[in-house]
């Protein structure tokens, strides 16, 4: 079975938690470790899992319908579309969408809480975003990571999927309404996969908070030591992780989605078009649950 459903991101809106509800599902095969849940085999990322060994990630089960990849690199991947489309012109896509202003901090968090921007402020890192992307900065495989901003930018990501796959083949599901009421995403997913359960709890599935490092930069340097051992041999990628959250143990505090009501500001003036029109285009779920930024 080639894979025909594509659950494309965006990154921190509900992705992970998705996965681990299709796994117990028979009627979907997905990426047995955590660490293949998005091998980005279809995108410009530098580890990404190869054509070669990608049938081999997925879980072997008979009565599944449909074969699933979970890479949120792909709604920004320019040329991600085309290639799915290029491999299973027939497949299935589904994108959750989260308040961009939201998604944009909670993704800046979990960079700095990773390990993987030194960075901590919010408003530095979108400062220098725009020198990252002519620099090609980035440690952890996929540069776009560091593009806060521009991949908050919905429409045009969306767009390039509908142009490619058309409007029935892509469902678009609003992370808040998601947070609020999963049993109306459950039917929804279901009614677009032609499946007859799927049994959905957001809170069942949701990761915990992740803890900010008392020194990003000390986390930065010790994130890139574990790297340079994994890739020489010396531990796998499940050590690596271990060690990271041993030493963000001692070494942090939780971690706040709080930012300064400038930024903030800032940001939904440089979002508010984004926003509008998920708001006018699907006034049910989008119209409902985001609220309107102020330009």
């Not at 579309?81 to 800046?108: F, M, Q, T, W």
Request: hydrophobic share 35%; with cysteine; charged share 25%.
């Amino acid at each position: 079975m080639k894979t025909n459903l594509f659950i494309i991101g965006a990154a921190k809106s509900g992705t992970s938690s998705l996965w681990a509800a299709f796994s117990e599902n028979m009627n979907f095969q997905t990426p047995v470790l955590f660490v293949n849940k998005e091998p980005a085999t279809f995108s410009d990322k530098r580890n990404r899992v190869s054509f070669g060994e990608y049938p081999n990630i997925f879980q072997n089960k008979d009565t599944a319908k449909y074969r699933c990849d979970f890479s949120t690199q792909y709604i920004s991947d320019p040329q991600a579309a085309s290639r799915i489309y290029e491999y299973n012109e027939g497949a299935k896509i589904i994108c959750v969408l989260r308040d961009p202003v939201n998604r944009l901090i909670s993704l800046h968090g979990w960079m700095v809480a990773n390990g993987y921007e030194f960075i901590s402020s919010l408003k530095c890192a979108l400062a220098v975003e725009r020198i990252r992307k002519k620099l090609g900065f980035s440690i952890v495989e996929y540069e776009r990571n560091y593009y806060y901003l521009e991949s908050s930018k919905y429409r045009s990501q969306i767009e390039k999927y509908i142009s490619v796959f058309g409007e029935e083949n892509i469902l678009i599901i609003c992370f808040e309404e998601m947070l609020a009421d999963s049993s109306v995403i459950s039917e929804r997913i279901c009614k677009f996969l032609g499946v007859s359960e799927f049994d959905f709890n957001l809170e069942k599935y949701r990761e915990n908070t992740g803890r900010l490092p008392s020194y990003p930069i000390r986390a930065f340097l010790y994130r890139l030591y574990l790297r340079g051992k994994v890739k020489a041999g010396l531990i796998d990628f499940s050590e690596s992780e271990r060690r990271f959250k041993s030493y963000l143990t001692l070494n942090s505090s939780p971690l706040s989605d709080q930012v300064d009501s400038k930024v903030r500001c800032k940001l939904e003036k440089e979002l508010v078009a984004e926003v509008d029109f998920f708001r006018q285009a699907y006034p049910a779920t989008f119209g409902r649950y985001w609220n309107e930024y102020s330009s």
